[in-house]
């Protein structure tokens, strides 16, 4: 059976492999010629534990081909970005639309188009089925995987298949029940985009949550590691961790389709949105706060450690650290000094690619990230000030 995988970004790329690999006749088309280039000469295009082995395999043993060009198939995979308009906070469904639009120039009738992109609830029937001029079934199948584990979550998470056409649904199931032995739970379209959305913004909201914590318990002068290590020894209690914000393209944003959705209601997921968002010009209140207190009066010696979203990874979008250099905009002259491991291109100003180098120019480091790297090297930090916002440092100061 031949698959159309459309998108080949952090979803659709570890997608189209997998099922690849799984056996399936699979064709990415991606509209990004450097993109679909880079792959044909035999690269991956974004670090992720387990993607290159896998990658390699399925060019070598395994039937698959990236293109830029739309295939005529029994099933296309849908996998594009769908960002939230910033004003409206209601989901942007362009890319969708588009793909769905070049699928219906190829496809020819009873194909079946697949949106795992993740879109606000009644999106598929508001803005996609009024788009269908031939006689094509629609689903919904929700991506769960997470970066950093998303190989292995590939193959055993359970998943969501929504279709309102429940023999259609069946046939959809079979295809992703040979690629996960994770449970498969069929609903309808409406109900698989709400679940979706209800996922990411039930996250969002408990790390909220552990992020007002942090700053109730740093008023006080208390340890909010403490307390949240003492409360989630109670059965029924289990507190996510405070951080210096929410980045990615998942848990920053979709809880906002909720909110441009349903604004006299989602009163709570738009506080916690807001709390999330709060947090990057917080850390920089704090450092204020430490400079102060060891007479640090130039912010040329304080310096960000980390810029991607999360630890271990090289996806940088929304991530707090741009976040907070974005707000400090409003204050400093001059930006701060900035080093990651995971990003070789220079991304933003006073960007360094050598963690030594980065380390002798600043008295305070912020940790924004915990890479392993710096993890796994603490000691190197012995003779600096250091403003930990992951908890990983004895003695440092906290959030
Ligand atoms: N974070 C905290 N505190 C925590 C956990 C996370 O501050 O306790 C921060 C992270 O540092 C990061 C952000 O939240 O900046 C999001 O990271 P994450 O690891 O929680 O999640 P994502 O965005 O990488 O992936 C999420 C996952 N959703 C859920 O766990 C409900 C994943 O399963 C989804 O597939 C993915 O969104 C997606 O694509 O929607």
Redesign the pocket.
């Known amino acids: 059976m031949k698959i159309n995988v459309i998108g080949l970004g952090y ?1 659709g790329l570890p997608t189209a492999l997998t099922l690849a690999n799984a056996g399936f006749n699979v064709i990415g088309t991606d509209y990004n010629k450097e993109l679909v280039k880079t792959l044909n000469e035999g690269k991956i295009t974004f670090k992720e534990d387990g993607l290159e082995e896998l990658f390699n395999e399925v060019i070598n043993n395994k039937n698959i081909k990236f293109t830029t060009e739309y295939q005529d198939v029994d099933y296309y995979i849908i996998s594009v970005p769908t960002p939230y308009d910033k004003m409206s906070k209601k989901v942007d469904a362009k890319y969708v639309i588009n793909a769905v639009k070049e699928v219906l120039n190829y496809c020819h009738e009873d194909s079946t188009i697949i949106i795992e992109s ?1 879109v606000s609830p009644g999106t598929i029937n508001k803005k996609i089925k009024p788009l269908i001029n031939k006689k094509v079934h629609l689903v919904h199948a929700p ?5 950093g584990n998303m190989m292995y979550e590939l193959k055993h998470n359970s998943r969501t298949i929504g279709a309102d056409e429940k023999e259609i649904g069946a046939k959809v199931k079979e295809i992703y029940q040979k690629t996960t032995d994770g449970d498969i739970i069929l609903t309808d379209i409406k109900s698989a985009e709400m679940t979706k959305v209800v ?2 913004t ?2 969002a909201v408990n ?1 909220a949550f ?1 992020n007002e914590l942090a700053k109730i318990c740093s008023y006080d002068n208390l340890d909010v590691y403490e307390i949240i290590k003492i409360c989630n020894m109670h059965p029924r209690v289990n507190i ?4 210096p ?8 944003v ?1 809880p906002w389709f909720l909110v441009g959705d349903y604004p006299f209601l989602a009163k709570l997921i738009n506080e916690a949105m807001n709390i999330n968002d709060s947090m990057p010009e917080y850390v920089l209140k704090r450092a204020r706060e430490i400079m102060e207190e060891n007479n640090i009066t130039d912010f040329k010696r304080v310096g960000l450690y980390g810029i991607t ?2 630890e271990n990874v090289d996806d940088y979008r929304e991530s ?1 650290t741009l976040q907070l250099l974005e707000a400090q905009k409003n204050h400093l002259a001059e930006p701060l000094k900035v080093y990651d491991p995971f990003i070789k291109e220079d991304l933003v100003a006073n960007q360094y690619h050598n963690l030594k180098d980065f380390l002798q120019d600043i008295d305070l480091v912020i940790i924004m990230v915990k890479h392993n790297e710096i993890v796994n090297n603490l000691d190197l930090l012995k003779d600096k000030i250091v403003l930990d916002t992951k908890n990983i440092m004895k003695g440092a100061y906290k959030l």
């Open positions: 979803i993740t991506e769960r995987i997470i970066p996922e990411n039930f996250r790390i552990a996510l961790e405070p951080g914000g929410v980045g990615g393209h998942c848990i920053s979709d979203y999360k707090p």
